[in-house]
Each structure stands twice: as C-alpha cells, then as structure tokens.
C-alpha cells in the first residue's frame, strides 16, 4: 500500500509538472483568472484520473509486448494532465454555494473562497477549455485523428450524457430520501463513473488497443469509478477531515442522497468491495503487467482520502 502511494504520489509531481509547465499566469487582465485556474489544478488532488490513463497505456503495451516509447508517455502525460484539468473544474464548480456550497477542497480554501464567486465559475469553464486546447494541440499529440477522437470521447463523457447530466440529477435529487438504488447508480456513473472510464478509453485510443483490450478495460474503469464513488460516500460519513482535505458530512448537511444514505454502511461497503474484486477479475489474468490497475482497484476502497 506504502509503495503503491508512492507511486500515486509520483505520479502526481508528474501531472504538476505539466500543468505547471504549460497553463500560463496570463499576460495582461486575464492574470487573476489563469491564477485561480492554477490554484485549483496544481499541487493538491490524488491525480488518480491520470494515474489511470497512464496506466492503462502502460498495461496495453505491455500485453501487447510492446515498449512504451518516449513519445507515447508523453502523450499520456498530456492526455492525463488535460483530464485532471477538467476534473478541478468539476470540483471548483461542485463546491460553489448555489451546488455543494463546500469551503475546503484539497486542504485550502475552495476557489470560491479564496477568490470570488464569478472568479470560480470562469477559473472552471477556463480550466474546461484550456483541457480542449491541449488535447487539440498537435505538439502534445501527433495523430490528428487520434486527437480528433479524444476530444469526441472526452467531451461525450463530461458533458450532458456524462458528468454534467449526473451533477444535474445529483443536485435535483436533493432532499429525495427515498430515492431507488438504480437512480443513485445512474447518478454516479454519470458524475463520477464516465470520466473515469474515459481515462482508460482515451489510454486506448493512443496506444493502439485492440476492441476487446479496450472494452476490458473500459470495463475495468466502469467497476473502479462505482467503487470509488461509494467510497467517497463512505469517507463522507466516516472519514476525516484533515486527511481529505474536504469537509465530512457534507451530504449529509445537504441532504444528499447517496450510496450510504441508501443501503446504509455495512451493504455500501460490501458493494464497493465487490465492484473493486470485478474490476480486478477483469485484468488479473495478466499477471505481471496489472500489478499497478490492481493496486489501483485495492487503493479505491482502502483510501482514507
Ligand atoms: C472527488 O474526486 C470527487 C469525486 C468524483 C468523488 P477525488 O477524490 O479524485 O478528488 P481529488 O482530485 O483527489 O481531490
Ligand atoms: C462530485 O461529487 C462529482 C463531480 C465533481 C463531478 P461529490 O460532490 O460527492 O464530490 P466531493 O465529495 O465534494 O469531493
Ligand atoms: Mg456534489
Ligand atoms: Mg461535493
Ligand atoms: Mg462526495
């Protein structure tokens, strides 16, 4: 587990390092904004989201008994990095008074807070763009028609059909304590589960994985968002506060119905464990090669963050 976060942890100097390197401080009245973009992207998050896409082209190449070339990683990398960049939108939005109204986020203020309320919807819909700018820039990757797809794939799984139709249907389900289980589960493979599929999708696209490799591991992703989702729900309840970096309780507070508010703890916990060993089934066969996805299935439920 130790090493496995170390490798989490590395991975995340390597995405700061990209955004750092490439989401500018601005050059003239757009400096306050490119500030808050980069207060809520850089240095703060697990980065899991490009931990997975990484590691999906890395399990591809390797069952495939390929290398992963230099140029591949790299667009992994920016592949990755754009992701975490529309992910801290997510949140800068999640947390803002008129959704979630949460203070904290990674540990500090949220964007809303430290800035100001307009400052955090345009640092949101310009970390939105500037994801699109990279993933469209042949610098960062070279095929056109690749990056034609990703930008398809992306933009379907975070728009009204993925994570923006969920946190819509999160926020309009508030108060509904009696809400049925398939409808949680509609709303969390939308908010929280098709962006994470996406990772392993776009890692598909750039390293060439056959149709079967590619819906195993899509699937894969599938059984890893839904497992980390409840356990999200489950760090609401019981987590703390200064690991997470985020307040506790906050459905609660809010009336948010989820997971835990649904089947209650002991059932909740039993699914995400289930959902994790599926995931881990999926990909297990390849023994050497999945050791870092079934780390990351592990992790998924056994996080205290
Ligand atoms: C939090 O995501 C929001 C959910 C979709 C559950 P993460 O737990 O990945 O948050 P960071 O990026 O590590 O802060
Ligand atoms: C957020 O879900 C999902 C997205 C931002 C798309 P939550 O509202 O449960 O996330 P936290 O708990 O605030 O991190
Ligand atoms: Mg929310
Ligand atoms: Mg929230
Ligand atoms: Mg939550």
Redesign the pocket.
């Known amino acids: 587990m130790i090493e496995f976060q170390n490798k989490l942890e590395k991975n995340s100097q390597k995405i700061d390092r990209f955004l750092d390197s490439y989401l500018p401080f601005g050059n003239s009245l757009n400096s306050k904004l490119f500030e808050a973009m980069r207060y809520s992207s850089i240095g703060?998050?697990?980065?899991?989201?490009a931990f997975l896409v990484l590691e999906s082209g890395r399990f591809i190449c390797a069952i495939n008994n390929k290398t992963l070339t230099k140029s591949k990683y790299n667009e992994l990398i920016a592949a990755g990095s754009a992701i975490?960049a529309i992910?801290?939108y997510?949140?800068i939005h999640?947390d803002l008074p008129a959704m979630d109204n949460s203070p904290v986020?990674?540990g500090k203020p949220s964007n809303h807070i430290k800035f100001d309320h307009h400052t955090a919807i345009l640092a949101g819909d310009g970390l939105l763009s500037w994801a699109f700018e990279i993933i469209g820039d042949s610098t960062f990757i070279s095929n056109s028609e690749k990056r034609s797809e990703i930008c398809f794939v992306i933009a379907r799984a975070i728009g009204p059909n993925g994570m923006v139709g969920g946190q819509q249907a999160d926020m309009d389900y508030t108060k509904h304590k009696s809400i049925d289980l398939d409808k949680i589960e509609w709303i969390q493979y939308h908010?929280?589960g098709a962006?994470?599929s996406c990772c392993s999708h776009v890692a598909s696209i750039l390293l060439n994985a056959s149709n079967d490799q590619k819906s195993n591991l899509i699937n894969y992703a599938n059984h890893i968002g839904l497992a980390?989702?409840i356990a999200?729900d489950l760090l609401d309840l019981d987590g703390n506060e200064e690991s997470m970096?985020?307040p506790v309780r906050q459905d609660m507070k809010n009336e948010t119905p989820n997971f835990v508010t649904i089947l209650g703890k002991e059932k909740a916990t039993k699914r995400a464990l289930e959902e994790s060993s599926k995931a881990i089934n999926l990909i297990q066969k390849f023994k050497q090669e999945s050791e870092n996805l079934v780390s990351l299935a592990k992790y998924t439920v056994n996080r205290n963050?």
């Not at 703060?44 to 989201?49: D, H, L, N, S, Y």
């Open positions: 703060g998050g697990k980065k899991i989201r975490e992910h801290s997510s949140l999640d986020r990674r908010k929280t962006l994470i980390f989702q999200d970096g985020k963050k």
